[in-house]
């Protein structure tokens, strides 16, 4: 091995975030019918500006892929670029209005039910006693 200084090169325009796959999760998200679904499904906003349920419903679910115990871990990702244009977002709804957005709905709520409808399509393959348990916890 020889000791010479190692030299680096960067680009001007270099991003990385650490959760990797997450834009390729939101293109299943798109690509299966599942935001079209959360959206027709939960009529929980009057409006839709600047967020439809769906970007609600996937801002806490990708809050938890990456790691985050709490709404208030959303603000993280929130200032990370390169996270945002994996999704094809200028900006995702903040703790604040993620909990304020949790607190619409109610015990039993028929939106939940209707959210909880398959969209159109195949059913979902049988699951069988040999599947791996799927688990929600964080490391």
């Known amino acids: 091995m020889s000791a010479r200084k190692p030299s680096y090169r960067v680009a001007d325009r270099v991003q990385a975030t650490g959760y990797g796959g997450i834009g390729a999760a939101h293109q299943v998200a798109v690509k299966s019918g599942l935001v ?5 499904g939960l009529q929980l906003l ?3 500006r ?4 769906s970007d609600h419903v996937l801002n806490i679910a990708y809050n938890a892929l990456c790691g985050g115990r709490t709404l208030d ?25 993620a909990g304020d957005f949790c ?3 109610d015990e039993g709520d ?12 195949p059913p979902p393959p049988a699951v069988s006693a040999a599947d791996p348990p799927v688990a929600a916890e964080g490391p």
């Open 36 to 40: 079209r679904g959360i959206d027709e």
């Open 46 to 48: 009057k409006f839709h």
């Open 50 to 53: 600047p967020y439809h349920e």
């Open 73 to 97: 871990d959303i603000e993280l990702r929130r200032s990370d670029e390169a996270f945002l244009d994996a999704l094809g977002a200028a900006a995702i709804p903040d703790p604040t209005t």
């Open 103 to 105: 607190r619409r709905f």
């Open 110 to 121: 028929a939106s939940l039910e209707r959210a909880r409808a398959r969209p159109s399509g």
